[in-house]
């Protein structure tokens, strides 16, 4: 057997073995304890618990209360590693997509406004990697699904852009969320907490004008993708 099966086998050993714990840390187990928590036979068992203490994984210790294990610090050393191991491959997997579609419409041209200001043109810059074209791309969701799928967006933590004073008014915080608009035009869904609209509107900034890119006119059903951010 490989030496990389060999650890994966140690390692989901010595994870069952910590499952035994006690509440002050200790873990008394037997072969056929073992074998049951595992999906083995009692000699199998036997056989695996004799592997740790070779390798020098464990200790095993026999008492009163029966036998105890102390898992050794080559043995701890090991789980580390394959919890990095399995973290890498987890991060490169990415989670599925989420998309909704939504019915594009003419807003009123606050928009445009907002986003032309320069303290938020330098923060779309710096956080969002772009210059956001003038005004907004809007899209209304007639749909239930549509609607569900976009809320599910607003649970992932969004890229904060700053409000800030001018002289004359105070301008509030804007939430940004990455994404891609029919899967060709990088963009970002911004949501302003001072914003006209609710949650069936969803405003939308693109480095691109975006309605001349989709030759796109009122009316016109769109669609949305936003890829969550990895788990670790």
Excluded: W
Excluded at 16 to 45: C, E, N, P, W
Aim: net charge positive; charged share 20%; aromatic share 10%.
């Amino acid at each position: 057997m490989s030496s990389a099966s060999a650890k994966a086998r140690h390692a989901m050993v010595l994870l069952s073995l910590l499952k035994m714990r006690s509440q002050d840390g200790t873990i008394f187990t037997s072969s056929t304890r073992l074998a049951k928590a595992i999906g083995v036979s009692q000699q199998t068992a036997v056989r695996y618990l004799q592997e740790l203490e070779k390798n020098r994984l464990i200790k095993r210790l026999l008492t009163m209360k029966g036998e105890r294990i102390e898992i050794d610090e080559k043995g701890f050393l090991l789980l580390r590693d394959m919890h990095i191991l399995l973290s890498n491959v987890f991060a490169s997997i990415p989670a599925h997509s989420i998309s909704f579609s939504g019915v594009l419409f003419t807003g009123v041209g606050e928009g445009a406004y907002y986003v032309s200001q320069k303290e938020y043109l330098e923060q779309f810059s710096a956080k969002l990697g772009f210059t956001p074209h003038p005004g907004t791309f809007n899209l209304k969701l007639t749909e239930q699904a549509d609607h569900m799928r976009y809320l599910q967006i607003l649970v992932f933590p969004p890229t904060l852009i700053l409000g800030f004073k001018s002289s004359d008014r105070t301008y509030g915080d804007v939430l940004c969320y990455k994404v891609s608009v029919e899967k060709k035009y990088t963009g970002a869904i911004v949501r302003s907490v001072r914003s006209l609209y609710d949650n069936s509107v969803v405003e939308i900034i693109s480095p691109l004008n975006l309605r001349k890119e989709l030759n796109a006119r009122d009316g016109d059903r769109i669609s949305v993708y936003f890829q969550p951010p990895r788990l670790y």
